[in-house]
């Protein structure tokens, strides 16, 4: 069973445009809530998180929502650029685990920023 | 800057062949893990250790074991590889935090092909 789900495989946006990006998640004891990207051959990189507490998190150009009553978060990106061009892993974490279990991923959407 | 390194990026082994796949982490982190990624099914964790000579399973163990024997080094090893073993291999390391919100940095990935 799915804890978190990333329904967009891939989504293609203009460069200059909106990214948004969408995770939902099952499981209520998520209450830290990351997103990474990934370039091809290359590990995941942090992107930006969010804990339950708030329902907004931003960092430069992205910024992160988080329904807690939909389980649902999405990221959002502006200005699109060429290099943001990856795929993009929600990933969430347990109450009060401490850090020391791993995360639990989505599938991961592949962004294409189109010129 | 977290610096996560893993001993291969590429590797090709035959099936029945014992693997290693070695990674270090240079930032005194508590806890480190070891996830596969595959084409939709996204970061999958194998297992992780919170601490010298602990280890924990995660969601997929079966066919994998792990070593760490010194706080920098978490080896990943297939006792005996197989052709559904053929997959991306990333670690990643954290500090011991205990609210949860401890962000998980990544090697570089290791591409593991099993003929």
């Known amino acids: 069973d799915q804890q978190v789900k990333q329904n967009s495989p891939s989504l293609s946006v203009q460069e200059g445009r909106i990214s948004i990006l969408n995770c939902d998640y099952t499981?209520?004891?998520?209450?830290?809530f990351l997103w990474y990207k990934k370039y091809p051959a290359e590990g995941p990189t942090f992107l930006i998180s969010?804990?339950?507490?708030?329902d907004k998190n931003e960092d430069g150009r992205f910024t992160v929502f988080l329904n807690k009553s939909a389980k649902h978060l999405s990221l959002h990106i502006v200005p699109s650029q060429p290099g943001d061009s990856a795929v993009y892993f929600c990933?969430?974490?347990?109450?009060?685990?401490?850090?020391?279990?791993?995360?639990?991923f989505g599938k991961g959407t592949h962004l294409i920023i189109q010129p | 800057d977290v610096k996560v390194t893993q001993s291969s990026r590429y590797l090709v082994k035959r099936t029945g062949e014992k693997v290693f796949l070695e990674c270090v982490q240079d930032?005194?982190?508590?806890?480190m893990f070891w996830y596969r990624q595959d084409p939709g099914l996204g970061l999958r964790l194998i297992y992780f250790?919170?601490?010298?000579?602990?280890?924990e399973k995660g969601d997929i163990p079966e066919g994998y074991s792990v070593s760490r024997e010194k706080k920098e080094r978490f080896s990943l090893i297939l006792e005996s590889a197989s052709t559904n073993q053929t997959s991306m291999y990333l670690c990643?390391?954290?500090?011991?935090?205990?609210?949860?919100?401890?962000?998980?940095?990544f090697g570089p990935g290791t591409r593991l092909t099993v003929l």
């Open positions: 499981n209520s004891m998520f209450d830290y």
């Open positions: 990643a390391s954290s500090t011991a935090g205990t609210s949860g919100t401890d962000t998980q940095y």
């Open positions: 969010i804990s339950s507490i708030k």
């Open positions: 990933a969430a974490n347990p109450l009060g685990r401490g850090g020391a279990d791993g995360l639990t």
């Open positions: 250790s919170y601490d010298v000579k602990m280890k």
């Open positions: 930032m005194d982190h508590e806890n």
